[in-house]
């Protein structure tokens, strides 16, 4: 935090909670001195030369003379290895037992003196020095870790170690959580530590409040993803490569991981992306499916002070036309900023609201800090003493930090008695009238005047009862804060959904709910941030995400709210949002053009929603995230691969949304096929770039030839919109139909449409069409 953003947080909290800031960051020094113990004298280690092998179950073990590797090939294709004895389990990104290993897959000798599995999908291959390449069925090289080394206290201690990893020269970076200038990671470095960024972040800013070792690479050779399952503070090191460099030869890309502690273990999934993504997630948990009613438009704000002006805000929109699912409720609504409860002067009856809303088709969602106020009078911070709830020093004392409500402590969330114990007091937001939450602040965050915006590293967390400090924990903090929610939900409301996403989290958290992007700098780079994430957290398997329309901080102008009003209605979670201080974001406050122009996209948004369900429901079958990259379908595509101003939606739509000011026609560039433009039906043929206008009531939505696309009719009904496949190709789209909040498994509907005598004809596979269909295109 620089002196600037201190006198903001001073202005924000008050000079007695900024002279608070400066004793916690003081408490956080003067704990880390006292627990963690310099490094000292550290003694090197490489694995050294191969001993020996002994097979196994699925691979095997490769021994060295200073080291072991382990190696399994699961049930599934997915690929395992790990150093020093480390295994599969425990790990937060699991979400049960791990897989089984595949009988077919082998140890066996290699020639050079090294060891291979050979599996279905790869082939793993072990230098005599340590080496392990990862090739195609085909012999390419896919990826090639070089022998790793770690760091190793003389006086004893967690060793630090890295790995150094070559790709192909034409490769691209993608993943590693929720990063600003994505979705393609350039060179640079990039941090393994949740952080909240202060109160703004614009691209460049690094790291943000969800960060995973969850990399995707895509190259000419494959597409695969690398997971190193370590929770410990690092970095990760990214160098694109170059064809034909240094005297023809290809320098190959580079990626060094390293950490600060904990196992050097490692997940390889490989295969076309919708095979990656479906078998990531059939590793580390299928995505929470949100209600129906989350999919739709969702407004917020910090500041709306009382039940007055919530009032307006929902009259508002209806007043207008303007659809409106949910509105959240922030820190305000709070007494004193405490967590489960309310001001009874602002809201007086909150469950009548809530019914009153509800009734009227708005949902109410709450914010929940995971930070208890320390204080006597408080309940939650008396029955969290009472059971040894929060997180711990060295000495056995609880942490203290500052946050919103002033001095607080923190729920030791890697514990799983405190989850339990926190799960059920999401009753209390329930006996409210709430249908969901939000969980913010949840990296963990402590205000500080100077240094880390968190709790000391030498903090004591159960860590599932291992063990451990905060080096460990904290990274998972924000995942175990939603499961917590999400199963307490779940237990206290069976038969319902939940519905909760979470600022903080860590590779496994689409099993509880989605994300947002946090407080994204209000600004054109903040905009094209937006998209950045969505994109690149969906392709570490969080597919529900999306950004604070309009963006948190300053007063966007009526072009830039609305060009982010037109994103934010193509993504997965649409909701307005802005600091307390940031002004309104109520489309007519922006002037009768832009409310013409955003109530379009509202009402398609609208139109649109039965898509959304479908695509809800795919991504829980499958892992294919709603928001694409344009290269999905085509990762051999280089001209695609470095596209990162559009994306698709699902299988059938192409969004290109506008990021520059003052834009009214944009560069469009096609995947294969043909494509038609769903505003003016004209169509285009793929690969290839195209120009196309962009006036400012709408951004250019492409859709491909031959789709059937579930939508909303003018009687509320199921339609389907088919548009005319190209002469010679047949089409089609899978739909699943609305089966409300609870849990019932829909059937996938499969569609065909294919051109006969110059008429589209439109089957269902096992079945009869039975609702209105509408051909567009011919």
């Not at 880390?32 to 003694?43: F, I, K, Q, S, T």
């Not at 005599?128 to 870790?145: D, I, K, M, Y």
Request: with cysteine; hydrophobic share 40%.
């Amino acid at each position: 935090m620089n002196g600037r953003d201190l006198v903001r947080w001073v202005k924000t909290v008050g000079s007695v909670q900024g002279l608070r800031m400066v004793r916690s960051a003081w408490r956080r020094q003067r704990a880390d001195a006292r627990a963690l113990p310099r490094r000292g004298a550290e003694r090197a280690r490489v694995p050294g030369l191969i001993v020996g092998a002994e097979p196994g179950p699925g691979g095997g073990v490769v021994r060295f003379a200073r080291s072991e590797l382990y190696i399994r090939v699961a049930v599934g294709g997915a690929v395992f290895w790990a150093w020093d004895g480390a295994e599969p389990l425990p790990s937060y990104a699991l979400p049960g037992p791990s897989p089984e290993p595949d009988p077919r897959a082998v140890l066996e000798p290699d020639k050079d003196g090294g060891w291979q599995v050979v599996s279905e999908r790869l082939t793993l291959v072990v230098s005599r020095h340590g080496a392990v390449e990862l090739r195609t069925p085909g012999g390419v090289v896919l990826r090639r870790e070089l022998p790793p080394r770690w760091w190793e206290p003389v006086a004893g201690g967690p060793a630090r170690w890295v790995q150094r990893s070559e790709v192909p020269a034409d490769a691209r970076f993608f993943g590693l959580g929720g990063r600003a200038s994505g979705p393609r990671l350039r060179d640079g470095v990039y941090e393994l530590w949740n952080t909240d960024p202060g109160g703004r972040f614009v691209p460049g800013d690094d790291p943000l409040s969800l960060t995973m070792p969850v990399q995707l690479v895509v190259s000419d050779a494959g597409t695969h993803l690398a997971f190193h399952d370590n929770t410990w503070a690092g970095r990760v090191t990214l160098r694109e490569g170059e064809e034909g460099a240094g005297s023809g030869h290809d320098r190959p890309g580079l990626c060094e991981v390293r950490m600060d502690g904990g196992p050097l273990r490692c997940w390889v999934v490989a295969g076309t992306p919708a095979r990656v993504l479906q078998g990531w997630t059939a590793l580390t948990g299928a995505p929470a499916l949100p209600p129906s009613w989350a999919l739709g438009p969702q407004h917020a704000r910090w500041g709306f002070g009382s039940e007055r002006e919530v009032r307006r805000i929902v009259a508002g929109y209806r007043d207008r036309g303007l659809p409106l699912s949910v509105l959240h409720l922030d820190i305000d609504h709070y007494d004193g900023h405490q967590v489960f409860t309310v001001d009874r002067g602002r809201f007086p009856d909150l469950p009548r609201l809530a019914k009153e809303l509800r009734e009227d088709g708005v949902r109410l969602v709450s914010i929940v800090d995971p930070a208890v106020k320390a204080a006597p009078g408080n309940a939650v911070f008396a029955a969290g003493s009472g059971a040894g709830a929060f997180v711990r020093d060295a000495r056995g004392r609880a942490v203290r930090g500052e946050v919103w409500p002033g001095e607080c402590v923190y729920p030791d969330f890697t514990d799983p008695q405190v989850r339990e114990w926190w799960g059920d007091l999401y009753e209390e937001r329930l006996a409210q009238g709430f249908s969901g939450v939000w969980h913010d602040m949840n990296e963990p965050v402590s205000f500080s005047a100077f240094g880390e915006l968190t709790l000391p590293r030498s903090a004591r967390h159960s860590l599932e009862g291992r063990g451990g400090d905060h080096r460990e924990a904290h990274n998972v903090y924000g995942l175990a804060m939603a499961k917590a929610g999400y199963e307490g939900l779940r237990r206290l409301r069976p038969d319902e959904r939940p519905f909760l996403f979470s600022r903080a989290g860590w590779a496994g958290m689409q099993r509880y709910g989605g994300t947002w992007s946090g407080d994204v700098a209000t600004g054109w780079p903040g905009l094209r941030a937006s998209l950045s994430l969505v994109v690149g957290l969906g392709l570490c398997g969080v597919p529900y995400s999306g950004p604070d329309v309009g963006g948190f901080d300053g007063s966007p102008s009526p072009e830039l709210y609305l060009r982010w009003f037109q994103l934010g209605a193509w993504l997965p979670l649409f909701r307005t949002h802005a600091a307390m201080d940031a002004g309104r974001r109520e489309p007519w406050e922006f002037g009768p053009e832009v409310l013409e122009h955003a109530r379009a996209a509202l009402v398609e948004r609208e139109r649109l929603h039965p898509y959304f369900v479908t695509l809800a429901q795919l991504a829980r079958l499958t892992g294919a995230p709603y928001v694409r990259p344009l290269w999905w379908g085509a990762p051999g595509d280089r001209d695609l691969r470095d596209c990162e101003d559009a994306f698709l939606l699902g299988d059938a739509l192409l969004v290109a949304p506008v990021l520059r000011q003052g834009t009214d026609r944009r560069a469009v560039r096609l995947p294969r096929g043909r494509w038609y433009d769903t505003a003016t039906g004209e169509a285009y043929e793929g690969p290839g770039l195209i120009w196309v206008d962009a006036p400012l009531s709408r951004v250019p939505v492409l859709v491909r030839a031959g789709s059937v696309i579930p939508v909303r009719g003018a009687d509320g009904g199921l339609e389907l919109e088919v548009w005319a496949p190209a002469a010679g190709r047949t089409g089609g789209g899978l739909v699943v139909r609305d089966a409300g909040d609870g849990w019932e498994q829909p059937e996938v509907e499969r569609y065909a449409a294919r051109l006969v005598g110059g008429q589209v004809v439109v089957e269902l596979e096992g079945g009869e069409v039975t609702c209105p269909v509408r051909v567009r295109g011919v």
